[in-house]
């Protein structure tokens, strides 16, 4: 096909789907996916999956026992004349290389910032416990609600507010912090295509459901699709023109930035591969392929974002740390301590924040791993409380008996 | 082919001239007919209640599975199943099988080869040659894995021990391997058959043996870097959460770190055997690549769920399994899982008190826990479940092609990787969700439709070869079939009959009716 044949092609189809949007709004499964995005906060969780190793991302350098505890995987020092190795933050702390140049320029924007000796009080070391939990955000002594979770909390308590929530997953399937709201839609935009129904055919799938169960889903999900053809068709257009084409997890989180930008305000992406028990490298190797990869995604998300970036934030949480030390096979295993990042256009960054503590054998956790000095819930409610201005009884319908943390950032 | 000589389902009348213009722009081969006769549904139509029994105790109803049944009766068709082992395939798809290299492979003089051949490479000068080769040693493994999973696509799709088939499933997940990690590639083939498969109708205790002796499960939990004074706790830890115990089964963080020292030593070696002292040579054990090596276990005694397990090499293992598959937590934890997955997705307590109870006085015998649960009340009161990938598109295709052999199980294959349950794809240990939740999101459910619409339209090149030569037999498929009449037509409710009415070809009749609710709960 050559490109004047695909342009027009991609104009029949947008034609299609104004088409589509029409009939939608006219059967009442419109609603706000087609709604122009008023002022605003927009927040997105990125959930790095299998627990990743916080002490090689942010390296406490000035720490002996850092380079004690890890003979073969530690980060070197930052040096002062190198501009490819670990970038010093202040006298403690130093970002991993393979990130130095997305997150770490971002950093010095005071455009990020991190919270060292962040996680939650679940000790099961648990991939699935200690992530559910977190996706949960319920108080540890209470019974575990599986059908709801924070960032669905969130969106009723701003919905009810008469606040533009509008949440989104970019996941396959919805994860459990969404849990409890009504209908999120999710899609997964590794892979988008164009638009597998016509309209009839839409209406007709929806009506198989119309009144029953899943009756919301299976709109929602037919709508979203719709938009996210239309979008890609956008993308094609565009990439004919540039020369450089994106791929892998910065395409998809380019793509997750322009729809936040348009349409969300509440979005949600896991990043697997992280459960680094053995071969975990150090400057190089596993881990600092899966940063890189991390740290550009996030880079052409808040590119792609354009101005709206300044009204934007994006949390990155991870179940737990992992050990201290290094294991016996060059890797580690789950600890409990983690790192959370910040990143925003419009946060008061360049700062590593939370409570402290010098890392030392004698401040770690059982002998064994970073301590939680920084609740999450607490880092959440306290980022949320600022972002939308909320009242003590709405941050307290999300997380109840936490006190939100006030760490200065909104 | 299906569609040649059948009529459409779709009412004439309901469909007028657009009908009749959308028939003909279809391009299909099949003509609109003049008349349009339906089967009549004869007199025994299943009822609901042994629709949604068969449904649950199969990969979807077809032909044969329905015409045993009704000459056994509940009770007979489920001791059958019970017993079937092995049972004989249709010749073209047990063809299929025997041809398979993974159906043929040594694992110990595969592992060997694999790693000698990953030697060479990292010993090849130049670097165009290390792509080359190492691209070959990719696909070779790429090609065993597909296999593995074809195997087991092709036995779920056409083993009459439809029963045994569904339980192999069930238990590939709950020791769920993860194909792209280390050398799995080239083992869940030996794994499903060697591991899982005999022991799918048998008992747990064995179940949890060939799992824990197997490299693949070695492999992906990193127990064969598990050794004296350098632990790992991956595989111990998830051996007692998601294999036995469940998380809140009892054990605490001290007795993973004491099943991690009682597995120390226990891994996998396709090449020589060890140097050892001579007192340890005689606790060296090494069946296939499976092996236990004395020099890196740790001899001293454990405390494990209060028990002392004295320090003497791989019978420790051995008892700690016993210890652990022993305890009512264990029971009621493999219980519930059973239960999750073929009743609801929360399952009656009580249902699952007395599955516990079978499981406990059986020795965990498996053929007794599900025989306690295929005649419970609780499952015929049981509100209908909502079918997870692997069963919305098995039973399709069954429903779809009823016993006529497939050749390219490729579309298959990638639809389960679009909806999120590959077999083999699981990356984390805690294999995939039973439940609603996990498959029922806006995004799962558009992406099913466009499933349903492949394999309605029978464009999906199920009958190309492998390799991807087209070889024609194409057509759609005719759903509305005696076995629709037989079944599922009596239990659709008056909103979908709507909807089916308003198709305008029999392609999208298929996309509507395999889309619909009826046929997505079972």
Redesign the interface.
Known sequence: MNRHQGRADLRTRRDVLTLGGAVLAATGLCGRLFAAPAAGPRLLVAFL??GYDCANLLVPYSSSFYYESRPTIAIAAPDATSTTGALALDADWALHPAVRDSVGGLYLQRQAAFIPFAGTDD???????TQDSIEMGQPKNAAHD?RSGFLGRLSTVLQGAAVDAAPI?F????PLSF?GAT??????LK?AGKA??DDR?VQ??S??????H?Q???A???E??QVVAQEVAQEMQEASRAAITTKGFELEAERMGRLMRDRYRIGFIDV??W?T??GEGGSQGALATNLASLGKGLQAFAQSLDAEWRNTVVVVVSEFGRTFRE???RGT??GHGSVYWILGGGINGGRIVGQQQRVSRATLFQDRDFPVLNDYRAVFGGLFRSMWGLSAKQSGQIFPQVEPAGLGLI | MPSSTSRPMFKPAACGLLGLAAWLLSGCAAPPPAAAIRHEAPAATLSRADAAWLQRLTFGIDSASLQSFRQLGRERFLEAQLGLRGAVLPAPVAAQVDAMEVAHLDVRVTLAAVGAERQRINGLAADDDREAARKLLNEQGNRLSYEAVRRDLLRAVYSPAQLQERMVFFWLNHFSVYHQKAELRWLVGDYEEHAIRPHALGHFRDLVLASLEHPAMLQYL?NR?N?A??????YA?ELL??HTLG?DGGYS?QD?QQLARILTGVGVNAGDAPHLRRELQGQYIRRGAFEFNPGQHDYGDKLLLGHTIRGRGFDEVREAVDLIVRQRACAHFVSTAIARQFVADNPPPALVERMTQTFLQSDGDIVAVLRTMFLSHELDAAAPKFKDPQQFVISAVRFAYDGRPISNLRPLYRWLG???EAPYGR??P?GYAATE???????????R??IA?AIGSGNAGLFDAEDGGKAGGGGFPQLSNRLYFDTLEPLLSA??R??LD??TSQQ?WN??LL???EFNYE
């Open positions: 999956r299998g000790l099961s070391r648990s991939h699935f416990e599986y997953a996941t396959e399937a919805l849990a209908t999120v839609p999710n899609l997964s892979r597998p129904f055919q007709l799938l009506d198989l459901y119309a009144g029953q899943l919301s889903e299976v929602s999900g037919l979203l699709r697997g591969g459960d028990h053995v294991n016996g096979n295993d789950h | 990193d870097q050794r004074a350098h632990t790992n706790e991956n830890r959460e998601l998380v963080q993973v679009e909806l999120g990356l984390t805690d939740i996990a498959w029922a999101s806006s995004g799962q459910m558009s992406r439709f466009e619409r909103q979908t709507g909807v308003k198709a999208e996309l509507l889309s619909s609710p």
